[in-house]
């Protein structure tokens, strides 16, 4: 238990981290990682460079440091990093090495403001922060561990297959180099991808959404290929270069965007371009499970070119009486006009949203990229629709929507 001084020095710092957060985790992570170049075979460097870490691991800091009297309030948020803490293989012994170089980070940038008093403050928060993150990865690995056919860290998985579903997609099937079958997942969970890029000195590691409905032998990713030059694109363009047979290491399924089983709402489902992976295995799930469940499968793309998967949601709408979808075509071809391959021709809006949502009190997933997720969303609450009702993922740390 942190004391009441301890809480009242972490809590009165807390605007301080706020306007200097992001210049002590920029700076702890430069010095760690000089410390400690191993690390750079578990963080994602592209995400280092866009500086989207250190702005994630700030605003957890900051809300650590409000919340430090109530770390309850704290709980989903701790979940959510948990998972892809657990699926990076991050462990207990990491955290005093972060702990350290946080520190150091907080002392150096904030100079003479930051006394020995608060400092012991920060160590003992530090302290309790970390311990639930390490209790709540805990279980998460022996969670991972139990499930039939389930391992720990990351294991040699075989490409088995791989198609092409759009200029830009492409679907990786990988099954486990051992013969083995997969533990099941909940659909909207993602896999880390570890690889080895021919001549590079660090491992990579990146998260992929499972596409199809769980099955007992492999997983199945789909990857979008970025405009070359991009960091973002490193180990996705990388990938569509691997033929069948290649070997990567692949860790449990984890993340807690996933679909809610036991409400009976009808769910709707939204995604944007590539946003559309985690959102397939959902439909697909519910429409061979549940058919008297109501989905609505809203998906917009630039056009037919990049739209992916389209016969597949298709051939799973026809499975249920109670499953619709909508296709949206921001910038249709000629040929897409002529034959009339989507439903409407634009952006998901206000309007559009409105005319498809028939309750909004159902439950909505969302995901694309940043600016399709925030734009959804804000649509959505001028529906009215309730924010524990709406349930989003983007790709890369997690980031606050509601900023500016
Ligand atoms: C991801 C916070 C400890 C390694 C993250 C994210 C946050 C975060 C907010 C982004 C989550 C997301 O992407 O959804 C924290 C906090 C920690 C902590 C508050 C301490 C209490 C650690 C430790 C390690 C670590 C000890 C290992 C040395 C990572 C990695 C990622 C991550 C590799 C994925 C980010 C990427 O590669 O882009 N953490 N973390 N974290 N964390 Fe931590």
């Given at each position: 238990?942190?004391?009441?001084?301890?809480?009242?020095?972490?809590?009165?710092?807390?605007?301080?981290?706020?306007?200097?957060?992001?210049?002590?985790?920029?700076?702890?992570?430069?010095?760690?990682?000089?410390?400690?170049?191993?690390?750079?075979?578990?963080?994602?460097?592209?995400?280092?460079?866009?500086?989207?870490?250190?702005?994630?691991?700030?605003?957890?800091?900051?809300?650590?440091?409000?919340?430090?009297?109530?770390?309850?309030?704290?709980?989903?948020?701790?979940?959510?990093?948990?998972?892809?803490?657990?699926?990076?293989?991050?462990?207990?012994?990491?955290?005093?090495?972060?702990?350290?170089?946080?520190?150091?980070?907080?002392?150096?940038?904030?100079?003479?403001?930051?006394?020995?008093?608060?400092?012991?403050?920060?160590?003992?928060?530090?302290?309790?922060?970390?311990?639930?993150?390490?209790?709540?990865?805990?279980?998460?690995?022996?969670?991972?561990?139990?499930?039939?056919?389930?391992?720990?860290?990351?294991?040699?998985?075989?490409?088995?297959?791989?198609?092409?579903?759009?200029?830009?997609?492409?679907?990786?099937?990988?099954?486990?180099?051992?013969?083995?079958?997969?533990?099941?997942?909940?659909?909207?969970?993602?896999?880390?991808?570890?690889?080895?890029?021919?001549?590079?000195?660090?491992?990579?590691?990146?998260?992929?959404?499972?596409?199809?409905?769980?099955?007992?032998?492999?997983?199945?990713?789909?990857?979008?290929?970025?405009?070359?030059?991009?960091?973002?694109?490193?180990?996705?363009?990388?990938?569509?270069?691997?033929?069948?047979?290649?070997?990567?290491?692949?860790?449990?399924?984890?993340?807690?965007f996933v679909l809610d089983f036991k409400n009976r709402k009808p769910a709707y489902l939204i995604s944007g371009g590539v946003g559309v992976t985690p959102l397939l295995s959902m439909l697909k799930t519910i429409v061979a499970n549940d058919p008297e469940q109501e989905v609505t499968f809203i998906h917009a793309a630039k056009n037919s070119n990049v739209h992916?998967?389209?016969?597949?949601?298709?051939?799973?709408?026809?499975?249920?009486?109670?499953?619709?979808?909508?296709?949206?075509?921001?910038?249709?071809?000629?040929?897409?006009?002529?034959?009339?391959?989507?439903?409407?021709?634009?952006?998901?809006?206000?309007?559009?949203?409105?005319?498809?949502?028939?309750?909004?009190?159902?439950?909505?997933?969302?995901?694309?990229?940043?600016?399709?997720?925030?734009?959804?969303?804000?649509?959505?609450?001028?529906?009215?629709?309730?924010?524990?009702?709406?349930?989003?993922?983007?790709?890369?740390?997690?980031?606050?929507?509601?900023?500016?």
């Amino acid at each position: 238990m942190l004391s009441e001084k301890t809480i009242g020095i972490v809590k009165s710092t807390a605007p301080v981290l706020e306007v200097k957060g992001k210049e002590i985790t920029t700076h702890f992570y430069k010095t760690m990682f000089e410390a400690h170049p191993e690390l750079l075979h578990i963080f994602n460097h592209a995400n280092q460079q866009k500086g989207r870490q250190q702005t994630a691991l700030a605003n957890t800091v900051t809300a650590a440091a409000k919340y430090i009297d109530q770390l309850e309030v704290l709980l989903p948020v701790v979940k959510q990093i948990a998972h892809k803490h657990r699926s990076l293989a991050i462990k207990a012994e990491h955290y005093p090495i972060v702990g350290e170089f946080l520190l150091k980070a907080i002392k150096e940038v904030l100079g003479d403001a930051a006394t020995e008093e608060i400092l012991q403050a920060w160590a003992e928060a530090y302290g309790a922060i970390a311990d639930i993150f390490i209790q709540v990865e805990k279980e998460m690995y022996e969670e991972a561990e139990q499930q039939k056919n389930g391992w720990k860290d990351f294991k040699p998985f075989r490409i088995v297959d791989k198609v092409k579903e759009s200029q830009s997609i492409t679907s990786f099937y990988l099954a486990p180099a051992d013969g083995q079958g997969v533990p099941s997942f909940s659909p909207g969970q993602y896999v880390s991808l570890r690889i080895n890029i021919d001549g590079e000195t660090y491992l990579q590691n990146r998260q992929y959404s499972l596409s199809d409905s769980p099955n007992e032998k492999m997983y199945r990713i789909s990857v979008k290929r970025e405009d070359e030059g991009t960091p973002a694109g490193k180990v996705s363009n990388y990938l569509h270069e691997c033929e069948i047979g290649y070997e990567v290491e692949v860790s449990a399924p984890a993340g807690d965007f996933v679909l809610d089983f036991k409400n009976r709402k009808p769910a709707y489902l939204i995604s944007g371009g590539v946003g559309v992976t985690p959102l397939l295995s959902m439909l697909k799930t519910i429409v061979a499970n549940d058919p008297e469940q109501e989905v609505t499968f809203i998906h917009a793309a630039k056009n037919s070119n990049v739209h992916a998967f389209g016969e597949e949601v298709k051939d799973s709408v026809a499975l249920s009486n109670h499953a619709r979808n909508y296709l949206l075509y921001s910038e249709p071809t000629s040929e897409d006009k002529r034959e009339r391959k989507y439903d409407q021709e634009g952006y998901i809006d206000q309007a559009f949203l409105e005319s498809v949502v028939k309750e909004n009190d159902g439950q909505f997933y969302v995901c694309g990229p940043v600016p399709f997720i925030k734009a959804v969303v804000s649509e959505l609450k001028q529906l009215e629709v309730k924010t524990e009702n709406i349930h989003y993922e983007f790709f890369g740390p997690a980031i606050n929507i509601e900023e500016p």
